[in-house]
T-cell receptor
Framework: EAGVVQSPRYKIIEKKQPVAFWCNPISGHNTLYWYLQNLGQGPELLIRYENEEAVDDSQLPKDRFSAERLKGVDSTLKIQPAELGDSAVYLC??????????????FGPGTRLTVL | GDSVTQMEGPVTLSEEAFLTINCTYTATGYPSLFWYVQYPGEGLQLLLKATKADDKGSNKGFEATYRKETTSFHLEKGSVQVSDSAVYFCALFNDYKLSFGAGTTVTVRA
């Protein structure tokens, strides 16, 4: 079974430029998550999707961040414009559902963003 | 809000040594508790979990017991190997949300 796929693995951009990250979850997983992981810290949830609906985006900085999951499968996270403080690893995860701790979240390898 | 505090690293051990990583939590209700591991160059993966008080999670020789009275979920392994070198994250699941600690880097020397 293929795991969670993310691309690109690494991205270097100038500040004020836009950037997008792509995630393809495990087949059959209805719930998709985007996390932000700063250096030396644990992941923090940005947004959670149930199928194509964003059910928790309370931690997403909506002035510059946006996300979509149009067909309830793969998802894109965008930053526009990027700031120096956005340098971090962006993780995507998926699970069959989100309501139970028994539904393990499976993580992708992440995209490491560097903003210069 | 919910939070997880885990032992700061880095931790460096010799092969076959005993490993313990402390983890305590603050949460409302009855969270489930997890340990995730991140090996070099790989994504986070679930190591073990416990869903209620006094449950013991175990996997790959690692163990952790959900202690509600001390709000703790310490990770232990009796004899580590070089292949156990990784970053270990304690986490709790509550109200549909997974909250992580800062991670502890463990290096095992041959």
């Amino acid at each position: 079974e293929a795991g969670v796929v993310q691309s690109p693995r690494y991205k270097i951009i100038e500040k004020k430029q836009p950037v997008a990250f792509w995630c393809n979850p495990i087949s059959g997983h209805n719930t998709l998550y985007w996390y932000l992981q700063n250096l030396g810290q644990g992941p923090e949830l940005l947004i959670r999707y149930e199928n194509e609906e964003a059910v928790d985006d309370s931690q997403l900085p909506k002035d510059r961040f946006s996300a979509e999951r149009l067909k309830g499968v793969d998802s894109t996270l965008k930053i526009q414009p990027a700031e120096l403080g956005d340098s971090a690893v962006y993780l995507c995860a998926s699970s069959k559902t989100s309501g139970s701790a028994m539904d393990t979240q499976y993580f992708g390898p992440g995209t490491r963003l560097t903003v210069l | 809000g919910d939070s997880v505090t885990q032992m700061e690293g880095p931790v460096t051990l010799s092969e076959e040594a005993f490993l313990t990583i402390n983890c305590t939590y603050t949460a409302t209700g009855y969270p489930s508790l997890f340990w995730y591991v991140q090996y070099p160059g790989e994504g986070l993966q679930l190591l073990l979990k416990a869903t209620k008080a006094d449950d013991k999670g175990s996997n790959k020789g690692f163990e952790a017991t959900y202690r509600k009275e001390t709000t703790s979920f310490h990770l232990e392994k009796g004899s580590v190997q070089v292949s156990d070198s990784a970053v270990y994250f304690c986490a709790l699941f509550n109200d549909y949300k997974l909250s992580f600690g800062a991670g502890t880097t463990v290096t095992v020397r041959a």
